[in-house]
C-alpha cells in the first residue's frame, strides 16, 4: 500500500477515534482478526481478546450513553482524556513499520482526534438546548453510521473514506450553526414582541 494512502487511513482512524473511539478500535481490531486486513504491527494489539472485549463493552456504552441528551454531553467531557491518546496512537500506529510510534504522527492524530471531538461535543452540546430529543437521537446514529461507514471504506479507499468522515462532520456542524441562528432570531423576536409598546392601552 502506498505511503500517501498509508497516511490517509491513520489521519482517518484518528478523526473516527474522536467520534467513537471505542468503536473505531473494536472495528480494527475485528477486521484484523477475521484476516480482511493486515494489521500493521503497531495495531495488532487492536485484535487481541482483551482489547476487543473492553472495547466491544465500551462501545456498546457509549451507544447507549449516546442517545440521552445530556448524558451525551457529560460523556463527550469524560471522553476527552481518551479520544485525544486513542486518536494519537491509531494514526501513529498506522504508518509504524516496526511497532514504533513516530512522534510527529502522534502529534497529527492528536490533533486530528482533538478537531473531530470539540466538533463532536459541541455539536450536541447545541443539540441538547433544543427541547425535542429527536435531534440528539438523529445526530447520534448519524456519527455511528458514519464511523461504520468509514471503517468499512477505510482500507480500499482511505481518501474516499476520509473525504466522506470530514464532509459528513462539517455538514452537521453547519446544520447546527443554522439552526442556531434561526432559533436565536426567533427568541429576539418574542423578546421584542414581549416588550414593545402596546398601543390603545393608558
Not at 471522553?79 to 485525544?84: A, D, S
Not at 470539540?118 to 430529543?133: D, F, H, I, Q, Y
Not at 481518501?159 to 432570531?185: D, E, M, P, T, Y
Amino acid at each position: 500500500m502506498e505511503t500517501a494512502h498509508v497516511f490517509a487511513i491513520g489521519v482517518l482512524l484518528a478523526w473516527l477515534a474522536g467520534i467513537r473511539a471505542y468503536l473505531t478500535v473494536f472495528g480494527v481490531g475485528i477486521a484484523g482478526l477475521f484476516g480482511w486486513l493486515e494489521l500493521p504491527p503497531g495495531l495488532e494489539v487492536a485484535q487481541s481478546p482483551w482489547v476487543l472485549g473492553t472495547a466491544g463493552t465500551l462501545a456498546v456504552a457509549e451507544f447507549l450513553a449516546d442517545k440521552i441528551p445530556g448524558v451525551d454531553s457529560t460523556w463527550d467531557l469524560l471522553q476527552t482524556l481518551l479520544r485525544i491518546p486513542a486518536g494519537a496512537f491509531l494514526a501513529a500506529a498506522t504508518l509504524s513499520p516496526d511497532g514504533e510510534l513516530g512522534t510527529g504522527m502522534l502529534a497529527t492524530g492528536a490533533g486530528v482526534a482533538l478537531a473531530s471531538h470539540v466538533l463532536k461535543s459541541g455539536t450536541r452540546a447545541v443539540l441538547n438546548g433544543s427541547p425535542e430529543p429527536f435531534s440528539n437521537w438523529i445526530a447520534s446514529v448519524t456519527e455511528d453510521a458514519l464511523v461504520i461507514g468509514a471503517l468499512a471504506l477505510a482500507f480500499s479507499y482511505p481518501w474516499l473514506a476520509l473525504g466522506l468522515a470530514v464532509s459528513v462532520s462539517i455538514a452537521l456542524a453547519l446544520l447546527v450553526w443554522w439552526l442556531c441562528r434561526k432559533v436565536l432570531r426567533g427568541m429576539a423576536r418574542l423578546r421584542d414582541a414581549a416588550f414593545a409598546p402596546r398601543s390603545g392601552r393608558p
